[in-house]
């Protein structure tokens, strides 16, 4: 029986002599080294003869033709402390001999060793250029490495300083023309410091290297065998080192060579039996089929060599086991120095895992065996990777264990352990498995990832006991490996150097593995009872087969589970990536698209860690400002890795918004720290210098927390509440004053007290506002942003306008004491906030502000502040300091007001207007103060920062007034049309309508422009829109000016003004157009000039009439003397006048012929008065009042025939030609009230009675007509003045006061103060006057006013014919005039039949 020595106890032992030496120093990265970590510290002496599984160094053909794949940096170095991560520390360990971390996890790490020689590197830089193939290797045991190609090996090494010499040794040729790199295998337990070095080509030359560093022959001297007759076009491809001086070379069909090294008379080489099925058979081969077996114990002719390890030793002396897996069989031999190798099985294990994966994972999937290792309990481990038959998709790793009763009988599968890593196709062939010492530590190296296992407890356990996968970067591939002290894997990478990933088996065992039940794993060996499983038993944790693009990144479990890898993801990447690190800490999100839920989960526990210090990586043995610019770059370090990974759209705002303020609160608490140590280096004997540590103090002790060192207690373990201790010494500073303030010395430490407690906001809020906009863009956060930021929380804003208020106080009473220049400025400056003399608070845009600034203002504070005084000490340098911080005190409240106005604003609150209005005042305010102060140039940055544009015009006229003209041009370049309205606006506050006007420059007339049409739209009766047409006629646009020419001239109230506005309007279309293209162009600009012409004429008829009326006033004596009494003077403009004298007044102006009107029709009386005065103090009138005015009853004196003939068919005329500006229905309205008093300014009832007699002749009833002021009034309209009919006509039946009027009427019509004249008038009693006329229509109506209308009508109409007929020049008779005639008649006729129906 074969048994197994106790691997735990010589490693139990080995650990107790490394805990009796001296302590090492700790890693930076932890302030506990665990015992597993002992790979750290650099071995001083070589393993005993007899150490287990050290023998296989394995090579990866690494093809240099490739190119390389470099990662840039992510920062530039002013903006990233993250380039310098921890730099120094690493290579100070390095030279105290201990080795840089480069991963840590719970149960494992991975350690940079040593780099490679100069010379090393030169060669490997060399065969990459040629494309040669190139192997590498290390050993732990010796601590020495190679690389070899075709023709040379390099060896040197790596884990002693005193022996840095590269030996070159010469390998053996190839005979069969092969190019690729000799087989090599370094031989440890030799002489310390020393190693022997196996090497064979594959055409079977083999040389022996017995010392490399201390032989007598050196590098030239070696033993050397030709192997090559026993191949038979076979090719050695392996070898394993399976004793001191015993080494098993395998070929590529399977045939296994043992060679003894120490031999005197040289190597000596015999063929393991069958080892290759060509042999005979032997006792065992006969007994075999003797037994009934029928598989071969050997190798089959057409089997080809999978991998090779050396296994277990056995009690026989100097023997060991050797493992031998082939494409269908696994074999195990007993190989011995002084005994003869015996067979123990060979076993057909590619059936067994075929039917274990058809079993798992579908009969469609095909296994393939790529490696094998052996445990130290003598089972075998073999490396499968699964595909999906007839697709090129990745395939999946997994590891088969197969375990034998005893040491002679055939194995069976007990476990087959599906891993999470993924393999490309084309890398298939070149994935390896280690088991170092025998576990437990399991390595599946590919030349980009490790995949890193533990083996269970049990070897029927359904997963290994821990499992991690360890990337490497594409330009730092694996190349090379070997085994390591206490199952460590010692890694050679293309670049770098040797790496040493090392497992803590104990930890690895002990953890329960996530998603497969319940099992507890308490040993570490296998048992040796446990029954065989078979394939079918095999527990399954996933029935699918799944896809292998996801399951590579796909832990198992629900959210929980993936948290807890993303996280374990997370401190590797944010601890130990830095761009001189081989490894790729690459991170996949679970979510194919949107937020990730576990990720956010993850990086947040990983942030809060960083900002508690409850990170087990943070350095526990820096200091306090080391560790918190270590948290820091770390805390900086996770959106760097989210963003390296492109997973910084896999999280939502908020978490990036937490992410970022994480980071600026430790920016915050490092600028604190280093702010106060300077204070405490000073030693002033001053409240202030302790403020900070005392606020600390008190914080802490407020919430239930006492420490010794306060604010280093704070700054390190209670980081996130930084913003708050800001607040809390803000409120303590007044009451801290007023204890102060009661001497003269106290006063003076008051003032320090006031001037400390802003500059500890300042140092606070300036470093997070500072890592916040320097990084802005990595965390993909607007300047915009939504979310409420912890620096724009309302405390924060409060304390920061309230410091900025105190430090501006503190300004002045230092400078009241100890410089007049500055005080005197800041006495007579005005600025916005203060309050007026009426109460009100001045505001940007008034009058008052004002301050004064002269260009030698900073010459003069130059000779007066000290240059270098301490604040402390002098009062003149804290005035200075003071001056100095008010700058950069208020671009801190500013930032914090604008961040929190786009906070509240998105959330609709209430007080977003407010808090607007607050931050506009306290912005200009503090704008201007700064000029006051002498910090010109910083208030026109601050103003240039947040776009005060008001703010910044006034500064260039109060500042710089002397370039004002080149500032003010550069600022439009900059800033465009915003800045230029500003500057429109600021001119006209001021009325200062020539400067603004006169300008030269095209640039400023076209924003101009914009800005006078704007404010046009905004105020139409504005100044703006009163200056506009001027400015348009500079431009020479015409068009614009003629329209608002015309507009003005409808707002004008005064009718001189309208009718010089209209000509201009008239003479600038005529411009626009010419005289010539008007009368032949279109409709609508002949519309245009018509419209102007008649607006002109309205002019024109109320001037006449305004003339008219003031020639009556003027006639009446009556009227004259009453107005020329002082007591009763009638107010023409429109004021209101009381008393009976006034009404007579207006009575005898008006000459009424019904002296009874102002009792009879008491409203319409008052309404006419009200428009006599606004008439006769040249008011425009509208077009309404104007026909009211005409056609008001018994208005005008009977000795003006003429004026009274004319007024009726004047108001129709103007009615027609001001259609434009009244609606229809008020057209029609005017139309019918217009008529309805021409019909009624008759005298119908006694026309009626002289005409009803029997003997009335033609020509008495056409004298009679003739004579009325109807019929003057329709030969006016239709002859003399061509009106069209039957648009401006109204028949008697139809010039009724509608119910549609009256609602007219009554909504639009008089809507004016009526004067107190006539007590009781309203709109209803104007309206029940104007019913008034309907009676007087119907009366007349009665006594045959339609009739006698259509006679009237019929006549004019005959008039019409004659006078047409003579202007056309026609003979005065003719069928054509009957027919003309005839038409006229008729359409009357037709008009009339339509009204009666």
């Given amino acids: 029986m074969f048994t197994t020595p106790s691997i735990r106890i010589r490693r139990k032992q080995a650990e107790e002599a490394d805990a009796s030496q001296s302590e090492r120093k700790k890693q930076a990265t932890g302030s506990v080294r665990p015992t597993w970590l002992a790979p750290l510290q650099q071995p001083e002496a070589r393993k005993t003869q007899g150490s287990f599984g050290d023998g296989k160094a394995h090579v990866f053909g690494l093809d240099f033709a490739t190119g390389e794949n470099s990662r840039g940096d992510l920062f530039a170095a002013s903006d990233a402390p993250e380039e310098t991560d921890g730099g120094g520390e690493e290579e100070a360990e390095l030279e105290h001999g201990q080795l840089r971390t480069l991963l840590r996890g719970d149960s494992h790490a991975v350690f940079a060793v040593s780099g490679f020689p100069e010379q090393v590197s030169e060669f490997l830089k060399a065969a990459r250029i040629r494309a040669e193939p190139v192997s590498c290797g290390a050993s732990a045991g010796a601590q020495f490495a190679y690389a070899a190609s075709a023709s040379t090996c390099l060896v040197w090494a790596y884990g002693s300083e005193s022996y840095s010499s590269v030996y070159k040794l010469e390998m053996p040729p190839n005979s069969n023309g092969d190019k690729g790199a000799p087989v090599i295998s370094l031989i440890s337990d030799t002489t310390p410091g020393d190693v ?41 491809v392996r070898a394993v080192q399976a004793y001191t001086d015993l080494v098993i070379v395998a070929t590529q069909r399977g045939k296994l060579f043992q060679v003894s090294l120490g031999d005197s008379t040289g190597l000596a080489v015999r063929t393991l039996s069958r080892s290759s099925g060509s042999g005979a058979g032997g006792m065992l081969e006969r007994v075999s089929s003797f037994l009934g077996s029928s598989q071969p114990l050997g190798v089959a002719p057409s089997d080809s060599l999978v991998g090779i390890a050396a296994g277990a030793r056995t009690e026989m002396r100097q023997s060991r086991e050797i493992l031998m897996l082939t494409r269908t069989r696994l074999l195990k031999w007993v190989v011995s120095r002084s005994h003869a190798d015996r067979l123990l099985y060979s076993s057909d294990v590619s059936r067994v895992i075929s039917h274990a994966v058809a079993q798992r994972f579908g009969e469609d999937v095909d296994a393939t065996m790529l490696d094998v290792a052996a445990t130290s309990s003598g089972d075998a481990c073999i490396l499968v990777a699964m595909q999906a038959a007839g697709t090129g998709q990745q395939a999946r790793l997994a590891v088969a264990v197969f375990r034998s009763a005893n040491s002679s009988t055939d194995p069976s599968i007990a476990a087959l352990w599906p891993l999470e890593h993924t393999c490309d196709p084309h890398t298939i062939s ?21 995949t890193v296992l533990a083996l269970p407890a049990l070897a029927s356990s359904s997963c290994p006991a821990f499992e991690t996968s360890v990337s490497f970067r594409n330009s730092d591939a694996v190349v090379g490996f070997g085994a390591g002290a206490d199952s460590s894997l010692e890694i050679v990478c293309s670049l770098s150097g ?52 996801s399951q590579a990144s796909r832990p198992a479990g629900g959210i929980a589970s993936q948290t807890r890898a993303f996280i374990a993801q997370l401190e590797q990447a944010v601890f130990f990536d830095n761009p001189r690190s081989p490894l790729s800490f690459s991170i996949a999100s679970h979510s194919s698209s949107g937020i990730d839920t576990a990720l956010q989960a993850a990086v947040l526990q990983v942030s809060k860690s960083i900002l508690d210090s409850s990170s087990r990586f943070i350095a526990g043995r820096l200091d306090t400002g080391a560790q918190l610019r270590e948290r820091l770059r770390r805390a900086h370090a996770i959106i760097r890795v989210l963003s390296a990974n492109g997973l910084v759209d896999r999280i939502d705002t908020s978490t990036r918004v937490r992410l970022s303020a994480a980071a600026e609160k430790l920016a915050a608490a490092v600028a604190l720290w ?26 802490l002790e407020a919430r239930g927390l006492r420490s010794r060192d306060a604010l280093r207690e704070l700054l390190q373990h209670h980081t996130c509440s930084v913003g708050d201790l800001v607040v809390f010494l803000h409120g303590r500073v007044p009451a801290l004053r007023r204890a102060l303030d009661v ?9 320090l007290v006031e001037f400390e407690a802003s500059r500890i906001a300042i140092v606070a809020m300036l470093a997070a506002f500072r890592y916040r906009f320097r990084h ?3 965390y993909a956060l607007a300047s915009n942003c939504s979310e409420e930021l912890w620096t724009a929380s309302a405390e924060i804003a409060d304390i920061l306008s309230e410091r900025l208020e105190n430090i501006y106080a503190l300004c002045r009473d230092l400078s009241s004491r100890h410089c007049a220049p500055i005080y005197e400025r800041m006495q007579m400056a005005v600025l916005p906030g203060d309050t007026n003399h009426d109460g009100t608070d001045v505001s940007i845009s008034d009058e008052a502000v004002c301050i004064d600034y002269s260009q030698s203002a900073p010459s003069e504070l130059a000779a007066v502040l000290p240059a270098d005084d301490d604040p402390y000490v002098s009062d003149m340098a804290l005035l200075r300091d003071c001056l100095n911080i008010v700058g950069p005190l208020a671009n801190l409240c500013f930032r914090s007001f604008v961040d929190r106005i786009t906070f509240v604003e998105t959330r609709s609150a209430p007080d977003a207007a407010a808090l607007v209005r607050r931050y506009n005042t306290l912005r200009s305010r503090f704008l201007l103060g700064l000029v006051a102060l002498g910090r010109v140039q910083m208030a026109f940055r601050l103003s240039e920062e947040y776009h005060d544009l008001t703010t910044l015009v006034v500064l260039v006229f109060a500042a710089d007034a002397a370039n004002a003209a080149d500032c003010l041009r550069r600022y439009i370049d900059m800033f465009g049309s915003d800045f230029a309205r500003a500057l429109f606006a600021y001119y006209e506050r001021r009325q200062a309508w020539a400067s603004l006007l006169y300008t030269r420059d095209s640039a400023i007339d076209r924003l101009l422009k914009e800005f006078i049409d704007t404010s046009e739209h905004v105020s139409p009766h504005g100044p703006m829109a009163q200056i506009g047409w001027i400015h348009d006629i500079k431009l020479r646009d015409f068009g614009g000016a003629a329209a608002k020419l015309a507009r003005a001239a409808r707002d004008s109230d005064d009718t001189c003004q309208a009718r010089t506005m209209l000509s201009l309007s008239k003479l600038s279309f005529v411009a626009l157009e010419g005289l010539d293209s008007i009368a032949g162009g279109n409709e609508i600009k002949t519309s245009a000039y018509s419209r102007l012409e008649d607006a002109l004429e309205l002019c024109e008829v109320q001037d006449s009439l305004h003339r008219f009326m003031a020639e009556l006033v003027e006639s009446n004596q009556q009227g004259m003397q009453l107005a020329a009494k002082p007591t009763n003077k009638c107010n023409m403009e429109g004021g209101s006048s009381s008393g009976s004298d006034n009404c007579d007044a207006y009575d005898a102006a008006m000459l009424t012929t019904s002296p009874e009107l102002r009792h009879s029709r008491p409203a319409l009386y008052a309404t006419y008065c009200d428009f006599l005065r606004r008439l006769l103090a040249s008011r425009v009138a509208s077009t309404e009042e104007m026909l009211d005015a005409l056609t008001f009853p018994d208005n005008i004196p009977n000795t003006n025939e003429h004026f009274v003939n004319e007024r009726y068919c004047l108001a129709v005329d103007i009615l027609s030609r001001s259609g434009s500006n009244l609606t229809k229905h008020a ?13 009624i300014s008759d005298d119908w009832k006694a026309i009626h009675l002289r005409l009803s007699t029997p003997n009335t002749t033609d020509i008495a009833l056409r004298s009679e007509l003739i004579a009325t002021n109807l019929y003057h009034t329709l030969r006016q309209c239709l002859v003399l003045r061509e009106l069209p009919h039957p648009e401006c006509y109204v028949m008697p039946a139809d010039a009724f006061v509608t119910a549609d009027d009256l609602e007219y009427f009554a909504d639009n019509r008089f809507c004016l103060q009526l004067k107190d004249s006539v007590e009781g008038t309203t709109i209803d009693t104007i309206i029940g006057e104007y019913k008034l006329e309907d009676k007087d229509l119907s009366l007349a109506i009665n006594n045959g006013l339609v009739g006698y209308y259509e006679e009237m009508f019929r006549i004019v109409a005959e008039d019409a014919k004659d006078a047409h007929r003579q202007r056309e020049g026609k003979p005065d008779c003719g069928m054509s005039d009957d027919l003309e005639n005839k038409g006229v008649e008729d359409e009357y006729e037709n008009d009339v039949n339509m009204d009666s129906e």
């Fill in 430 to 450: 070149r994935s390896r498995l280690m088991l170092p010492n025998g576990g437990p530590g399991l390595f599946v190296v590919l030349p980009s990832a490790v």
């Fill in 776 to 778: 802005s863009d990595l």
């Fill in 196 to 236: 022997g070095v196996v090497a064979c080509s594959s055409s079977g030359q083999l040389r022996y290297w017995d010392r490399v560093v201390f032989g007598l022959g050196g590098t030239l001297q070696y033993l050397s065998v030709d192997i090559s007759p026993s191949l038979q076009n076979d090719a050695c």
């Fill in 743 to 751: 001497s003269e010395r106290g006063a003076h430490d008051s003032r």
């Fill in 1227 to 1239: 057209q029609r309205a005017a139309l019918r009230s217009i008529w309805r008093r021409v019909f």
């Fill in 674 to 699: 280093s702010h106060q140590n300077d204070l405490w280096a000073r030693q002033h004997s001053s409240p202030a210098t302790h403020l900070l540590s005392n606020a600390a103090d008190a914080f």
């Fill in 498 to 549: 040797i790496l040493r990933m090392a497992i803590d088996g104990d930890s690895a065992q002990s953890q329960k593995p996530i998603g497969f039940g319940n099992n507890v794993l308490g040993h570490t060996e296998f048992s040796a009872d446990a029954e065989p499983v078979d394939a079918a038993d095999i527990s399954d944790i996933d029935p699918a087969w799944p896809n292998p693009a």
